[in-house]
């Protein structure tokens, strides 16, 4: 059993920086896919960015390329989402989500929750103009 517990939201302004963290326990992290996900109030869940097991691949959705930055620390069993130039409609609750039962995992699949296999709890970011 794989358990998630994200941290790092908050309440910021418009143009500010914000680092949110994943803490995962349970199995070998570095065989999980990563990835986050966010919800706004309305709307579906969205995929923001994955990262494979090593950390040598990243994938982004395009609204967030140039400002949003996953990584992962294996040492750590923690996957982070380093968020800058925030703007309001990154307004959402944002999750972490592991995928580990199906071993190909080629781009196209990072965005898809359907295929994870745990998620967290998640985290309120809230971004004020």
């Known amino acids: 059993q794989v358990q998630l517990a994200e941290s790092g939201g908050g309440l910021v302004q418009a143009g500010d920086s914000l680092r949110l963290s994943c803490a995962a326990s349970g199995g070998t992290f570095s065989n999980y896919k990563m990835a986050w996900f966010c919800q706004a109030p309305g709307k579906e869940r969205e995929f923001v960015a994955g990262i494979s097991g090593s950390g040598g691949r990243t994938y982004y959705a395009d609204s967030v390329k140039g400002r949003f930055t996953i990584s992962r620390d294996n040492a750590k069993n923690t996957v982070y989402l380093q968020m800058n130039s925030l703007k309001t409609e990154d307004t959402a609750v944002y999750y972490c989500?592991?995928?580990?039962?199906?071993?190909?995992?080629?781009?196209?699949?990072?965005?898809?929750?359907?295929?994870?296999?745990?998620w967290g709890q998640g985290t309120q970011v809230t971004v004020s103009s």
């Open positions: 989500a592991a995928a580990f039962k199906l071993t190909l995992f080629d781009e196209s699949r990072y965005s898809r929750g359907e295929l994870y296999d745990s």
